[in-house]
């Protein structure tokens, strides 16, 4: 079978070697087509591709009519929401992710930031500590529990919030469970976001919640920028001079964000929190494994297409 690496935002070199091995030991063929740079290169290439592992790419129902022989695509890392599942469904392709694979990379990543920022961008005036501050963890999956592992090395309060969690399964980690979103933010002056973009949770992070949390708030996106109400962050921005927002993922108002507030957000240059080489082994390994023993099992253990 032919397998296709098809990522705009290429894996590590080390990553790479590790994915072809698993392939070829079964008999399978690696293809790449990284740093891609636009939709005709990349139908051209998923044109004879049986399976495909992809990271943040679209797959659309166009990709897909562009590739007739595909059976399986396989989300290297967790959030799917790049898939067209339902299309993928109508292509009898079946859609996987590697959930965890790439969690504490994200993890670490939200930390680099809020130290970068508690600290003046490193510019040499006073800062502020992590140790003592109150951490919240907006939806407990596998990421917030890396981040509550972390802020508890840094002497921080931790409390998180899920609502497809048990208070129970989150308390068992030592965080304290919210009940409601709001009473997890009206209690930490950090607030690391980790929910997936869907449609209950879009632009679910509002004015009324930013609003409700304490002096010095801080939010801290490494999960999508779709889940933010701009419009309300814009309105926290120009309401609360103590707010600053920290951001892997670039948001749709950035430019006035430049234009009007700089010194209170960090957004980087390209979505890096799974951008690095353990992260890409992991994430990339399992993807070629799922897709090798998909071929030889059927094993459907991580589908997430009906
Ligand atoms: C994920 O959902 O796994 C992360 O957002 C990582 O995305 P990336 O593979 O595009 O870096």
Redesign the pocket.
Known sequence: MKILVATE?PFAAAAIEMIRAVAEAEGHTLVLCENYKGTEELHAAVAGADALIV??DLVTSSLLDAAPGLRIVV??????DNLDLEACSRHNVVAM?TPGQ?SNA?AELAFSMMLYNARGGFSGKSGTELRGKTMGIHAFGNVGRYVAVIAKGFGMEVSAFDPFLKAGDIAENGVRPCTTERELYSSCQYISLHLPANDKTRKSVNFDLLSAMPEGAVLVN???KEVIDEDGLLKMFELRKDFSYLSDVEPDCKQILEEKYRGRFIITAK?????TEE?NIN?GVAAAKQIVDFFKTGNEKYRVNK
Do not use: D
């Not at 989300?75 to 799917?80: H, K, N, S």
């Not at 979505?271 to 951008?275: D, E, R, S, V, Y």
């Open positions: 935002k990271r943040s989300r290297a890392g967790a959030g799917y992710n790439n994200v490494t999960a999508r979505k890096m929190g799974a951008q992260a994430a």
